[in-house]
């Protein structure tokens, strides 16, 4: 099983990056898959969950209208477009995979704990 993150790097605040997360041996659809962030002396905290079988998406209120979460399943990949970034942005952003499918919104909170496999994780820096 892998989970491969990249994308990240330095950004000001106002600009974009794109995250993207490569997952193979395992079932895609079976999952859902969640990105965490966590930034320095905090803990780790889900920004952004899809379905990997219906590609309903859901997002953290902190982020809700900047971020937007989308699935190839003809690739195993999932993206995430992060726009007009901030500061309290900075982080490492870690994509997760959790079964079942529709963890996303039948779950409650996005729990660290509760994922099935992890990436390795990609930094993203936002400067002021």
């Known amino acids: 099983v892998q989970l491969v993150e990249s994308g990240g790097g330095l950004v000001q605040t106002g600009g974009s990056l794109r995250l993207s997360c490569a997952a193979s041996?395992?079932?895609?659809?079976?999952?859902?898959i969640v990105w965490f962030r966590q930034a320095p002396g905090k803990e780790r905290e889900g920004v952004s969950c899809?379905?990997?079988?219906?590609?309903?998406?859901y997002y953290a209120d902190s982020v809700k209208g900047r971020f937007a979460i989308s699935s190839d399943k003809t690739k195993n990949t999932v993206t995430l477009q992060m726009n007009s970034l901030k500061p309290e942005d900075t982080a490492v952003y870690f994509c997760?995979?959790?079964?079942?499918?529709?963890?996303?919104?039948?779950?409650?909170?996005?729990?660290?704990?509760?994922?099935?496999?992890w990436g390795k994780g990609t930094r993203v820096t936002v400067s002021s």
């Open positions: 041996g395992f079932t895609f659809e079976s999952h859902a």
């Open positions: 899809i379905s990997g079988f219906s590609g309903n998406t």
């Open positions: 997760a995979a959790v079964l079942p499918d529709y963890y996303c919104s039948g779950y409650g909170p996005w729990a660290p704990r509760a994922m099935n496999y």
